[in-house]
T-cell receptor, first 113, second 116 residues
Framework: AQKITQTQPGMFVQEKEAVTLDCTYDTSDPSYGLFWYKQPSSGEMIFLIYQGSYDQQNATEGRYSLNFQKARKSANLVISASQLGDSAMYFCAMRELGNQFYFGTGTSLTVIP | DVKVTQSSRYLVKRTGEKVFLECVQDMDHENMFWYRQDPGLGLRLIYFSYDVKMKEKGDIPEGYSVSREKKERFSLILESASTNQTSMYLC???????????????FGPGTRLTVL
């Protein structure tokens, strides 16, 4: 079974609008971490936001927030006030205590002026 | 400023050649990782190392080997390059999970390898 599932291969959003990128995960461990990374066309992977499984509140970092629904095993990324520079691939990832990271297949986001 | 560097951004090799991809991090991280990235497949783990001289196979280790003789350096070796190993290779490092959380990975810029 896939550890991380991203069901949206491609998304479009109007500049200045908010967008939600979906991520569901699969684990039986009670303790784990969830991550989102951005990969622009230049190729570098940029860490955006982290959520621990025991964190009571949803993580936020500037215009990024993580909508963590533990019972549903979902960790959606919300980008508010989209900018042209947000156009990129976005990857959801999970880490359990075994050190390995598991990545989804990514969502390509295009911001339309 | 934290940094993960990879020896080449672009590399072209011939089938059957032995290929070395080098990765160096300056953050004193215990864990280091090698991934390959192909369109539509996301990042697939080849090998990771949780400490010096330690290594674990990832999801797709066939055709690859690794070496970690020093904490800061993690090398990926293609023993006999084949055309199906043409891909983007990404190196990453991180701390162990700890009290502060699960600790994110820091990535290098990637090496785009073409095997002819």
């Amino acid at each position: 079974a896939q550890k991380i599932t991203q069901t949206q291969p491609g998304m479009f959003v109007q500049e200045k609008e908010a967008v939600t990128l979906d991520c569901t995960y699969d684990t039986s461990d009670p303790s784990y971490g969830l991550f989102w990374y951005k990969q622009p066309s230049s190729g570098e992977m940029i860490f955006l936001i982290y959520q621990g499984s025991y964190d009571q509140q949803n993580a936020t970092e500037g215009r990024y927030s993580l909508n963590f629904q533990k019972a549903r095993k979902s960790a959606n990324l919300v980008i508010s006030a989209s900018q042209l520079g947000d156009s990129a691939m976005y990857f959801c990832a999970m880490r359990e205590l075994g050190n390995q990271f598991y990545f989804g297949t990514g969502t390509s986001l295009t911001v339309i002026p | 400023d934290v940094k993960v560097t990879q020896s080449s951004r672009y590399l072209v090799k011939r089938t059957g050649e032995k290929v070395f991809l080098e990765c160096v991090q300056d953050m004193d991280h215990e864990n280091m990782f090698w991934y390959r990235q192909d369109p539509g497949l996301g990042l697939r783990l080849i090998y990771f190392s949780y400490d010096v001289k330690m290594k674990e196979k990832g999801d797709i280790p066939e055709g690859y080997s690794v070496s970690r003789e020093k904490k800061e350096r993690f090398s990926l070796i293609l023993e006999s390059a084949s055309t199906n190993q043409t891909s983007m290779y990404l190196c990453a490092s991180s701390l162990y999970p700890g009290l502060a959380g699960f600790n994110e990975q820091f990535f290098g810029p990637g090496t785009r390898l073409t095997v002819l």
